[in-house]
């Protein structure tokens, strides 16, 4: 049945912007791009099921298409919707093991050591690409021992002192992987005058579940969260994430892609830049050092789709030293679990070459990015090491 609420296909004017925009259809010839596979194809596909396109798999849903688009074709979602229509989506052990990412990391995380080393050697990883098809060039990411939730609860007292409440969604990797970037945003907030609370429960946002086809799964954990989210804004001001990914599917991908309604609470739902960099603005700073470094930013392709890229660079303007070369805006090519599959590793490298590239030729001390993923993929392709900007404002607190 055609979904009333996702017809924005019809307004597309062929005019290929997105095609021109798209990185698999750039490095991967199989991929006809954007527009075929999205509105093109959507006329197709509604009026005979039959001519759903296999090559529709290749899209990342990196949404660089949507951000092109001059008629506000929703073209990644189209995409993605036709894919979970039509069986687009194979869903083996897998697409289970790398989607389920707040499972995988509850069982691994208390084994944490053994795990890091056993996804280290070289026979575990090639077991894995013979048996099920991770590609055995990949890094793993690591997981910690200490979760972010156990290390924050030891802090839940002090962040009750302060006046002023925000809620904070860590999401898994900063939970489970590095909560790095989860204790450096307590560390900015609290000298802000502003206490962290966390949800009483939180699930996984549903990226990696939407891009390997578990939308059942991914509804369920959108009520939970929405749920979640009510409950604990009758008592901080609103919902922070610092996962581009997380606050672009908390806001955007719930109504429009798993048909979660999350009107009550969607204009209470920011992208921690953006919420800091308003803070900012109306004179709510902490006392910063210089951090005299040179680093090169990378912004991430959910991140301009957000339209948050502007918050982070007021954020990272405003630290005194701070040297800030804006990279080429280019998709990293890891799109998340996208990357890990076999079949898209040549896919994946070589749409994030041209980055790459840019990052070895700069004289930097380090790479800055938001988003976990694509800090992933450029320490995996590069000799430098990667910083979320929120590590940068915590290191220039005095
Ligand atoms: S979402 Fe990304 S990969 Fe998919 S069609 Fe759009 S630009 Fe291409
Ligand atoms: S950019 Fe938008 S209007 Fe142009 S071809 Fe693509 S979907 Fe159609």
């Not at 079949?343 to 004289?363: C, K, W």
């Amino acid at each position: 049945m055609l979904n009333l609420i996702n017809t924005s296909f019809d307004n597309c004017l062929k005019c290929t912007v997105c095609t021109t925009r798209c990185p698999v259809a750039e490095a991967n010839p199989d991929y006809p791009g954007p527009k075929q596979a999205g509105p093109d194809g959507e006329r197709l596909r509604i009026k005979n099921p039959q001519l759903y396109d296999e090559a529709l798999k290749h899209c990342t849903n990196c949404k660089r298409c949507e951000v092109a688009c001059p008629s506000g074709v929703h073209v990644g979602t189209v995409i993605q919707l036709a894919k979970a229509r039509h069986g687009g989506f194979k869903k083996g052990p897998r697409e289970f093991m790398l989607s389920h990412t707040d499972l995988m990391g509850s069982l691994s995380s208390p084994a944490a050591p053994i795990v890091n080393a056993m996804t280290k050697l070289k026979p575990v990883k090639k077991l894995l690409d013979k048996t099920l098809g991770i590609d055995q060039r990949r890094t793993f990411p690591k997981y910690t021992g200490e979760t972010f939730r156990s290390w924050f609860n030891k802090q839940s007292g002090t962040q009750a002192s302060f006046q002023r409440q925000i809620s904070f969604f860590h999401g898994c990797f900063t939970n489970f992987n590095d909560p790095t970037v989860g204790k450096d945003l307590v560390a900015v907030l609290n000298a802000m005058n502003i206490g962290v609370s966390l949800l009483k429960k939180e699930k996984c946002c549903g990226v990696p579940l939407i891009a390997n086809g578990f939308f059942n799964k991914a509804r369920k954990n959108a009520e939970l969260n929405m749920s979640q989210f009510a409950h604990s804004l009758t008592k901080t001001e609103c919902v922070i994430a610092t996962e581009p990914s997380c606050a672009m599917t908390l806001r955007d991908e719930y109504p429009e892609v798993l048909e979660v309604d999350n009107s009550a609470v969607k204009d209470r739902i920011f992208f921690a830049a953006a919420f800091i960099a308003r803070e900012f603005a109306r004179g709510n700073l902490p006392d910063m050092k210089p951090v005299p470094l040179r680093v090169a930013y990378h912004s991430p392709c959910h991140l301009i789709k957000a339209g948050g890229v502007i918050y982070t660079m007021e954020l990272l303007n405003s630290i005194p030293g701070l040297e800030v070369i804006m990279l080429d805006q280019k998709c990293c090519g890891l799109s998340g679990t996208y990357g890990f599959k076999k079949e898209n590793y040549r896919t994946s490298q070589s749409i994030g070459q041209g980055i790459f590239d840019q990052i070895e030729a700069l004289d930097v001390d380090y790479v800055v990015t938001d988003c976990q993923s694509c800090k992933m993929q450029v320490e995996m392709n590069t000799d430098r090491t990667v910083l979320h900007p929120l590590t940068l404002l915590a290191q220039s607190l005095t």
